[in-house]
């Protein structure tokens, strides 16, 4: 079945510098979706991607779909202490018949920033 | 962040009691999720409804058993839980897009 991985598990940064975590998906998905979760909170909605290599900005937050639709990527430059959470990734594959919440989520990737 | 509204935030039952959980969306989706986060683990998508209607339920033990009254409202009742139930309870609501808007939890300890 598919599986969404993301790398790393875990994301020691420097305040200002940058950093990008990946998601790598066993087979090609029809859209990916990035999500934000501060401690102790719940996942926010960042950003959804569609496009074969689309390419979204966020302030110092990018967020990039690979050509074969099968990989993600965020970068996020200069990183500041509001950066500090962890960060998921959820695809939907392009295989499933059943419209309704197919989603599957990947494990995460922590974010910690020291100053 | 009011979209999504959870009650209680907090819950301790032993392994005998029964308790609800409830969600609340003020945003007009029609659809609505429920999900178990656990440490170290993703997101695991337990049921789903449409339009007051399960469309899909994640092979979820019987011991958790979701109702949908209308499409601004979901609960999940909870009865005989084990210990490693223990968890952070999300509901989300979508517009029928993949969009997910997820409620604050409700973080349950089965003792």
């Known amino acids: 079945g598919q599986q969404v991985m993301q790398i790393p598990q875990y994301q020691h940064v420097q305040e200002g510098e940058d950093f990008t975590t990946y998601c790598n998906s066993s087979?090609?998905?029809?859209?990916i979706q990035w999500y934000k979760q501060r401690p102790g909170g719940h996942p926010v909605f960042l950003i959804q991607?569609?496009?074969?290599?689309e390419v979204k900005k966020q302030k110092r937050l990018t967020f990039q779909f690979g050509e074969a639709k099968k990989n993600s990527s965020l970068h996020i430059t200069a990183t500041q202490t509001t950066d500090v959470g962890t960060y998921f990734c959820?695809?939907?594959?392009?295989?499933?018949?059943?419209?309704?919440?197919?989603?599957?989520f990947g494990a995460g990737t922590q974010v910690v920033v020291t100053p | 962040e009011t979209g999504v509204t959870q009650t209680p935030r907090h819950l301790v039952m032993g392994m005998t009691n029964k308790k609800s959980l409830k969600c609340e969306q003020h945003?007009?989706?029609?659809?609505m999720y429920w999900y178990k986060q656990s440490a170290k683990k993703p997101l695991e998508l337990m049921f789903v409804?449409?339009?007051?209607?399960?469309?899909e339920n994640n092979s979820v033990p019987s011991r958790f058993s979701p109702e949908c009254p209308n499409s601004s409202h979901l609960f999940l009742h909870l009865h005989t839980l084990q210990p490693e139930d223990s968890a952070l309870y999300l509901c989300?609501?979508?517009?029928?897009?993949?969009?997910?808007?997820f409620g604050p939890g409700t973080r349950l300890t089965v003792l």
């Open positions: 409804y449409s339009l007051e209607e399960r469309v």
């Open positions: 991607l569609v496009k074969s290599g």
């Open positions: 945003l007009g989706h029609n659809a």
């Open positions: 989300a609501s979508s517009p029928g897009t993949d969009t997910q808007y």
């Open positions: 087979t090609t998905l029809s859209n």
């Open positions: 959820a695809g939907r594959g392009v295989q499933t018949t059943d419209s309704w919440g197919k989603l599957q």
